[in-house]
């Protein structure tokens, strides 16, 4: 199976800081990724599919780069709504696989 | 609006069985792929396993942790995903998502998400 490594698996920040976590893949998936953001008590929700295009109604400050092993989520200013625990999902082949997680919290 | 409704959770000892039930609305179910997800405790989330549509013969995927123990199926004319899960395991204690797969730029994603139902494994 392919090992989804996300990084970091925590990190504080302030609102309006820049916002970086990376994702690694054990072998190369092409742009087979997606990003998905989680609050407590909450299911999933997609905000990148396709390793860089934006899900509809996602608010422009989220992107996602990157192809083969190395994916980013960029969040390009924190807002108070965006703390949450985000996750890389790989789409490129069975069992897809999950990143273990980088809970984003309030500095 | 999409809607995915999961329900049938709830307390099973070691060793026995649940049926878990998504029923899907405001989309074309049937054209489709779906998937189950879950989420221990405090801990990251899992994928389990996905159905594809009629025209890909709905043939499934399982991740390993389940492969024979657990079964997806859909009932397209009811639009509603199913999780047959046995031989339940402590490890199986989970909240179960139902999650609809699309495809678009060249790669599938999950898109929409029901509210999940908690799935509790103990004697």
């Known amino acids: 199976a392919i090992q989804m490594t996300q990084s970091p698996s925590s990190l504080s920040a302030s609102v309006g800081d820049r916002v970086t976590i990376t994702c690694r893949a054990s072998q190369g998936i092409r742009n087979d990724l997606g990003w998905y953001q989680q609050k407590p008590g909450k299911a999933p929700k997609l905000l990148i599919y396709a390793a860089s295009n934006l899900q509809s109604g996602v608010p422009s400050r989220f992107s996602g780069s990157g192809s083969g092993t190395d994916f980013t989520l960029t969040i390009s200013s924190l807002q108070p709504e965006d703390f949450a625990t985000y996750y890389c999902?790989?789409?490129?082949?069975?069992?897809?696989?999950f990143g273990g997680g980088t809970k984003v919290e309030i500095k | 609006e999409v809607q995915l409704v999961e329900s049938g959770g709830g307390l099973v000892q070691p060793g026995g069985s649940l049926r878990l039930s998504c029923a899907a609305s405001g989309f074309t179910f049937s054209d489709h792929y779906m998937d189950w997800v879950r989420q221990a405790p405090g801990k990251g989330l899992e994928w389990v396993g996905r159905t594809r549509n009629r025209a890909n013969s709905y043939s499934t995927e399982y991740a390993a942790s389940v492969k024979g123990r657990f079964t997806i199926s859909r009932d397209d004319s009811q639009n509603s995903l199913y999780l047959q899960m046995n031989s339940l395991k402590t490890e199986d204690t989970a909240v179960y998502y139902c999650?609809?797969?699309?495809?678009?730029?060249?790669?599938?994603?999950?898109?929409?998400w029901g509210q999940g139902t908690l799935v509790t494994v103990s004697s």
């Open positions: 999650a609809r797969c699309s495809y678009g730029s060249g790669s599938y994603f999950l898109d929409y």
């Open positions: 999902l790989q789409d490129y082949n069975y069992p897809l696989t």
